[in-house]
């Protein structure tokens, strides 16, 4: 739909600038709210934005154009699936709460 042209546009020009990444990022904690309250998810705002974060810092050292786009792609693709509502309730909690951070969790409480 709409949002897929936008992707094949950005990912046609080479996305070398991180303006893209900062779009997509600010896209989803723009709708996260929404989303909640649609899947009616019981998670602060704040740990959302929190694992939505920690999504994005995982591949910050990326330096490959074109897997960046193709982050990008997948992105704007899993936002307007889950703002479609064509994803379950446990679907969008696999991506809240991810294992790898609640690992991160318990290994900051015990040191």
Known sequence: MALRALVKADTAKKVADRTSVTQLYRSIIKEL???LSIYDVDMPINEAKKAVS?????HENLKDGRVIGLLIAKGYMELEETLMQWKQKTHLLR????MELQQLDT????A
């Open 33 to 35: 709210p929404r989303v």
């Open 54 to 58: 920690y999504h994005f810092k995982k």
């Open 95 to 98: 991506i809240l709460e991810p």
């Open 107 to 110: 290994t900051q409480l015990s």
